[in-house]
């Protein structure tokens, strides 16, 4: 994907700091359902303390993706993390190194699809650092295996889509989520203020997939074909 991209949203993006990527490290070829991926970049080769990788997701080692996505994923992190420090966020599937078909997805196959953790509060109002996915009911309420209440953390979670639509260098096509959250982050950004520009590019961005899961229990986002 060329670099710098007149993104006419990239003056809202919450911080000056960008993870520095060489677009020729890696190519993305044909759709996210029968493409693949060449020269694919690890999430891990870059440790940061503002992001995590799920643990399934390390044991099956589908931790790379396009060096775009890798940076964009840093980038929001870091992001997330001055609006709200102490903020991590926990990112899941990525792509194979080849790209190809992984077990349980339809897409993921070019290294442009990467799924990240809701950010949520337990009962009081604390954050809390999610070590796997959990489904999200339409009041934003969800529960850990203990049976304790956690919350749909919404001005956290309006960060990251925020830093995501507004990042200066890559584009992100889709997010997928469920309607039920993707309301409850347009009226936050309503009731903030946020620019007219932002809230309808967040509109349309922000779908529930009609041939897949709901996506109730993380976004998942998907940048531009290069």
Not at 39 to 60: C, D, E, K, M
Not at 110 to 135: E, T
């Amino acid at each position: 994907i060329p670099a710098p991209v007149d993104n006419p949203l990239a003056e809202h993006f919450p911080t000056s700091r960008r993870t520095p990527v060489d677009p020729a490290l890696s190519r993305s070829f044909g759709t996210p359902q029968t493409g693949h991926l060449e020269g694919g970049v690890s999430l891990l080769t870059r440790p940061s303390p503002h992001l995590s990788v799920l643990a399934p997701t390390r044991r099956r080692g589908f931790v790379f993706a396009t060096a775009e996505v890798i940076g964009l994923l840093h980038d929001v992190a870091l992001a997330v993390a001055t609006a709200h420090p102490g903020s991590k966020m926990a990112v899941g599937n990525l792509s194979r190194p080849g790209g190809g078909d992984i077990p349980q997805s339809v897409s993921h196959n070019s290294g442009r699809d990467c799924d990240i953790a809701f950010f949520a509060r337990d009962k009081l109002g604390n954050p809390v650092v999610q070590v796997q996915m959990r489904h999200f009911n339409d009041q934003g309420i969800a529960h850990r295996d203990d049976g304790r209440e956690l919350r749909f953390d919404v001005p956290r979670n309006w960060v990251l889509i925020r830093s995501l639509l507004s990042h200066p260098d890559v584009v992100v096509q889709w997010v997928f989520v469920s309607a039920a959250l993707r309301n409850m982050l347009l009226d936050h950004a309503l009731r903030i203020g946020e620019p007219d520009l932002l809230r309808e590019r967040a509109r349309r961005v922000l779908v529930q997939p009609s041939d897949s899961a709901r996506h109730d229990d993380h976004f998942h986002v998907r940048i531009a074909c290069p």
